[in-house]
């Protein structure tokens, strides 16, 4: 160990698991644990460390000297730069592997409950281009490589149009190729690009709060229909309506051809107007029959082929024999909702967002669902003991809370309530073993599945089920 600045290189270490937010773990001569990005668990590295803490390193792989058998060749020439897909060096066998071990530890260790025989990870039928959604950012002045910045030759042409690198919420990389959305999304994003350079259109700079165009939105469904939407922070008609136009001549598939004019600070366009340019001002997702109309704002799982296994899962372990009262708690724009009303007395949905209330009333209205009703407003405070009187004691509860998890005053009205069943799916494993904690004197854990919405991430959504002790 030799020392650069206070802080060490470590030679010669072997990676040996994958651990928070994806990084490699390794272990450093005093014990330490050392955190390492693109590390695959096998490999022997020296180690250069960027930041010591009492507890543990972070640092970064400079010298690969054994490269570990779970490797394979990252797919995408942007790896390790974009800040994506950072498990594309990693076999997707051994991805599975860690994101299950994860699931269990987190359950074990943080939850601290007792666990069924666990049923494999559901991995995902595509692990490629698998995305519905892709937002890209423009910027006149792109990310520059070490390479580049070193370089003495003319970088030329500095606009960019692709992804934050992380950490930098002001430059951008440029993306030539994305694996993460199925066609025709590289080649809209490659001519939206080429037209505005041809004919001199200003790419937005975010210091300087500057520019023509801002984003650029690509929403593609299972039942082949596609959604543009191009956000200008200039009001510049002419320009605006010669790359519009552009783009309905050039792909007449696009089903919904929208744009936004937004000069705020930042780009959340949910509070901006959206204008349908042509087409409909929405698209068509399908799953068994049932309709969902997806607009610009609208939530949607980001992976329409996995999120129909998930919600088969999650249908399979409420066990629904038709005379059920189910609770649907963060119901979001009620896809899962609606996808066991038919199996259902009644469903009861809540949601924060009115947004997302006003399309689940909406799509329960088009799939001629009768048997669901919708609730707008903060969790906490709607589920009371009133909303239980009103919409009658639930015989299955259904919920799937955000990373943070359930507020505990939720946890605690769940308790008071006692249903049979209760149904969690959760996003973040670590939040739902802390809720799991809370319900285990009252609930046992009976099942639990693993399913990989993200294939290339470290992400991995979770269902348990629970049934009254």
């Known amino acids: ?116 025989y666990s049923v494999p990870i559901l991995g995902s039928e595509k692990q490629y281009f698998y995305r519905n ?45 994305c694996h993460l959305q199925q066609d025709p999304s590289n080649a809209i994003r490659a001519a939206v690009k080429e037209f505005a350079l041809k004919h001199h259109m200003e790419f937005f700079n975010t210091r300087a709060q500057s520019g023509l165009l801002r984003t650029l939105m690509i929403r593609t469904s299972s039942t082949g229909e596609i959604m543009v939407l191009i956000q200008f922070y200039d009001d510049l008609e002419a320009e605006r309506t010669l790359l519009l136009d552009y783009l309905k001549q050039e792909f007449p598939q696009i089903t919904s051809l929208q744009y936004v004019i937004n000069q705020k600070p930042n780009d959340t366009i949910y509070d901006q107007d959206v204008i349908c340019y042509a087409g409909r001002d929405h698209i068509f997702e399908e799953m068994e029959g049932l309709k969902f109309k997806i607009n610009a704002k609208s939530f949607y799982q980001t992976n329409s082929i996995q999120a129909y296994e998930l919600y088969k899962i999650t ?36 949601e924060a967002v009115p947004e997302a209330i006003e399309d689940a009333k909406a799509n329960a209205q088009f799939n001629n669902i009768k048997n669901v009703r919708f609730y707008a407003g903060d969790m906490k405070v709607v589920f009371n003991e009133d909303f239980i009187t009103s919409n009658g004691k639930p015989d299955v509860v259904i919920t799937d ?11 605690a009205q769940l308790l008071k309530i006692g249903a049979p069943r ?26 639990v599945q693993a399913v990989d919405m993200f294939p290339q991430t470290h992400h991995v959504e979770n269902v348990v089920l629970l049934e009254k002790r």
């Not at 423009?138 to 950490?167: C, K, V």
């Open 315 to 350: 249908r399979d372990f409420a066990d629904l024999k038709g005379d059920e009262i189910v609770y649907d708690l963060y119901t979001g724009t009620g896809t899962i909702a609606q996808f066991i009303a038919k199996k259902a007395k009644e469903v009861v949905g809540v």
């Open 401 to 411: 809370p955000p990373r943070d998890g359930m507020h505990k005053d939720v946890v």
């Open 133 to 177: 959604k892709m937002e890209f950012s423009f910027s006149d002045s792109r990310w520059l490589t070490a390479e580049e910045i070193a370089s003495d030759q003319d970088l030329g042409d500095r606009n960019a149009l692709g992804f934050h690198i992380p950490g930098m919420w002001d430059k951008i990389l440029d993306l030539k190729s």
């Open 422 to 447: 209760i149904v969690y799916v959760s996003c973040n494993s670590a939040t739902q073993a802390r809720d799991l904690a809370l319900m285990d004197h009252m609930y046992k854990i009976t099942k």
């Open 1 to 116: 160990m030799s020392r650069k600045n206070n802080k060490p290189f470590f030679d010669q270490v072997e990676v040996i698991d994958a651990g928070a937010k994806g990084k490699g773990i390794a272990k450093a001569p005093d014990g330490r644990v050392i955190f390492i990005p693109y590390a695959v668990p096998g490999d022997v590295v020296g180690v250069q460390v960027l930041k010591k803490r009492k507890a543990y390193f972070e640092g970064k792989v400079v010298t690969l000297y054994n490269p570990s058998e779970k490797r394979v060749e990252p797919a995408c020439e942007h790896f390790g730069v974009c800040g994506g897909c950072k498990w594309q060096n990693m076999a997707y066998e051994h991805q599975l592997h860690y994101k299950q071990k994860e699931v269990e530890n987190n359950l074990l260790r943080i939850g601290k409950v007792e666990l069924p």
